[in-house]
């Protein structure tokens, strides 16, 4: 007989693979539609795979709130549209330099630098223009507030500020402290995460702040499972290359805290995650897999 455990990975296995059909079924249309020309096999391919925890997050938060499931899809398809930019930006020669993503040649490797620019900056655009859509998200007042939130998240205030942060720490990591380094990836990482799940509380127009900081637990939670493995996994597991922090002068958790003490940070902020969900009850079992499926990886 089955164990409790083992019956629960398998509903969640089913629960993600459902979620990535549906959303890789609007990504499909959506490329088909407006990822025209030369770019249509390098954006196909840096859309490809991938854990899909940004669009599970989107997904269940809608359910919870109540909102509309198709629109749901879509806004999770546009997240990961603007994720998938980031990761072509981040594996650039100038950036990380990055030689495999997903397990796949990264986008400037199987093409070349120039189309890995333009790449991601169409699936930038392609993310807005998804929101943007009133076929897609027929409310106009709440397709402003989903541009607006993802605008200021990705931008020099969020993502790509946390970014550049982390390019200026390299090389120099004893002068980063851990509030520079929570600040970095609050920025970098964890923006991109708490919009996927406070885009269900804004698609049925109900207060975000509730699941807004179950996402900010998780968001700083996966950055150090990251750092994790990239100082501790292997390329098989991860799709993509490992040590390179260490090589680069990255200052991170591991760096700071040591193995140990960063496993029992990322298990602080997991506890943070559920402990923000309460008032969910149980209608937030799913999010509440989700998060240690995302901090609970192998390292």
């Not at 993600?16 to 609007?26: H, L, M």
């Not at 899909?52 to 909102?67: G, Q, W």
């Amino acid at each position: 007989m089955a164990s409790k455990h083992t019956l629960e990975d398998r509903n969640f296995a089913k629960f993600r693979a459902n979620v990535a059909n549906r959303v890789n079924a609007r990504l499909d249309t959506i490329t088909k539609k407006s990822a025209v020309g030369p770019l249509f096999e390098p954006i196909c391919q840096a859309l490809h795979g991938g854990k899909r925890v940004r669009a599970l997050l989107v997904i269940e938060s809608a359910r919870i709130h109540s909102a509309d499931k198709r629109q749901a899809e879509y806004a999770a398809a546009a997240i990961e549209c603007l994720h998938a930019y980031s990761l072509v930006h981040d594996d650039l020669p100038c950036m990380d330099d990055d030689q495999l993503r997903r397990g796949q040649p990264t986008i400037h490797v199987a093409w070349n630098e120039a189309v890995a620019v333009l790449t991601g900056d169409a699936l930038q655009s392609l993310a807005f223009e998804v929101l943007s859509d009133g076929s897609y998200i027929p409310d106009s007042r709440t397709r402003v507030r989903l541009i607006n939130r993802l605008a200021r998240r990705a931008g020099s205030r969020g993502m790509a500020a946390g970014q550049a942060m982390d390019l200026a720490a390299e090389g120099s990591p004893s002068s980063v402290t851990m509030d520079d380094l929570s600040k970095i990836h609050r920025n970098k990482t964890g923006n991109l995460i708490e919009w996927s799940a406070e885009a269900g509380a804004i698609l049925a127009n109900q207060d975000a702040d509730r699941i807004r900081q179950f996402a900010r637990a998780i968001g700083l939670g996966y950055q150090i499972v990251d750092d994790l493995l990239d100082a501790t996994g292997n390329t098989a597991r991860t799709g993509k290359a490992v040590g390179k922090d260490l090589v680069s002068g990255k200052a991170t958790f591991v760096t700071l805290l040591g193995e140990e003490r960063a496993r029992l940070r990322a298990h602080e902020q997991l506890e943070a995650a559920m402990a923000a969900l309460d008032e969910y009850g149980s209608e937030a079992d799913m999010l509440r897999r989700t998060a240690r499926f995302a901090m609970l990886r192998d390292y």
